[in-house]
């Protein structure tokens, strides 16, 4: 049974619980005032009862002070003031006889309580006590003093009567007015007796009365707060205790714990939250597991891809290192046919422009024939662009299989200057273009003379291929931080900002390098040049108007 109803109790909604809570806590508040209403109007009663003694004793003395006036002045109209005096006891005397009814005739009392001179208000709380405590011993007692006295009143009456009957006859004896006195004096005194009785059996009834209803009173409050704070602590215990669980089970799967589920007991609010919880975290584990399996697959797909990657980046590297094996043997192989091919061209060249010293006139018509000179410049001018390319070849593969070293020495870059200049005047010249030289002093430092005269090299050819037949002019000197400053200007066609981005990387063209033989390497081995020095290249053009390459070397 307490198992059927906590679980009744446990799945009401906690909107049913509060009200549960708070109309029990109205029902006993209720209670609590019913019984406080209870006391006051009992209490009331005491208090009128009190005040009801009061007018009863009150006009019991008055009435005897009138017959003991009437004794002296024999005057009626005193006798008439003792009988009227006396309508206030008779009339509680009516309410009581009234109330001691088989059936209590509530009307007849109300009316004997009026006639008593009792208030209309007091009426009700007197009659209720009277039926509702006549058990009491104090009550019963009271109420059979109550009667002694209305019987004590009845012979006071009837002395009274009989006295005036005596007095006012012809010839009163003396004798039985004396006896009606002595008989009225008595029972004054008794009635005494009785009052003062009554009087103190209602002051013990009250006493005892208030007690019983302090005590009513105190177990009632007593009652009403400790069923209400049990109440009130049990709801809200439950209450704190679900949404702790709640928050804990939140804040756990929160953190990721999503296989935790809260106990869900009821059926009330908190138990469908806790449901939700408990699917949400159904859902999330889910979907985590989900997720982790995606991850996996994908991890593993990644993984794949990453080892396909490696396995063509290692072939990438191996057809490049292949490549440059090939480039190297291939330039190295081209490079003696050449140098030796070269070689004879010269030495054709050479013998072919000593034969007109020799003398003869067919012999110099034969060596100065244009037919026989122009192929050789031709083939000697090809064999030297070529001769130039495998050497750009044979860089470029030195440096990607590392074997290109640098031999510092103490040279003058300004005197490998004019050595530049002097060589390409001619092919400058060939071209439209003079070539000035601006390298006012030596200027000295620790570098590989060989590669200077490569840097060199490359920028000036440059500027010559692309330079448009505009002068050109290479400068060479000492700048203020002490580094060597190489720079070669022309104002030829010029490199648009985004070539100038590229050009120093392998095998990087520019478009004003269409229609022109290269390789795209110059630039590339010429950076390498200057970095291994430690220094830097860098550029600067305008397209149309030309460009300067400015390479710096530390001292
Ligand atoms: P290549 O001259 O063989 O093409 P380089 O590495 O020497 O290779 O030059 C790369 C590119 O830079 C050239 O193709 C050309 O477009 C551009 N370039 C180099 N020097 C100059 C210059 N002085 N004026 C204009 N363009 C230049």
Known sequence: MVAWLTKRWADLSIAKKLYFAVGIMAALIAAELITLRFSMHTLTAVRAFVGGEGLWSKAQKDALYSLQRYVSTRDEADYQEFHSQLRIPEGDHIARLALEKPTPDLAEARRGFLQGQVHGDDITPMIDLLRRFYWVHYIDHAVKLWGQGDDLLTELRASAVAYHATVSGASPDPAETRRLLDQIQSLNRRLTQVETDFSNTLAAGSRWLERILMTLLFFAVLIVESIGITITYLTSRSLARGLAELNDAAQRIGRGDFGFRVATRSRDELGRMGRAINEMGAQLQASYTELEMRVEERTAELKGMAEENARLYAEAKSALQSRDEFLSIASHELK??????????????????????????????????????????????????????????????????????????LCDVAKIAREV??????????????????????????????????????????????????????RVERAADGTARLSVSDHGVGITPEEQARIFERFERGRSGEGVSGLGLGLYITRQIVEAHGGTIEVQSRPGDGSTFTVSLSA
């Open 421 to 474: 200049v002097e060589h390409f005047r001619e092919a400058a010249a060939k071209k439209g273009s003079t070539l000035a030289l601006q390298a006012p002093a030596p200027v000295l430092g620790n570098y590989d003379p060989t590669r200077i005269l490569q840097i060199l090299n490359n920028l000036v050819s440059n500027a010559i291929k692309y330079g448009r037949g505009n002068p050109i002019c290479l």
């Open 336 to 409: 003696t046919p050449l140098t030796a091919l070269s070689l004879q061209l010269q030495m054709m060249k050479n013998n072919l422009n000593a034969l007109p010293t020799e003398g003869t006139n067919a012999a110099r018509a034969f060596a100065e024939d244009p037919k026989l000179q122009k192929p050789l410049t031709g083939a000697l001018s090809q064999v030297r662009n070529l001769s130039d390319l495998i050497e750009e070849l044979m860089d470029l593969t030195r440096l990607r299989l590392g074997k290109f070293n640098l031999r510092p020495e």
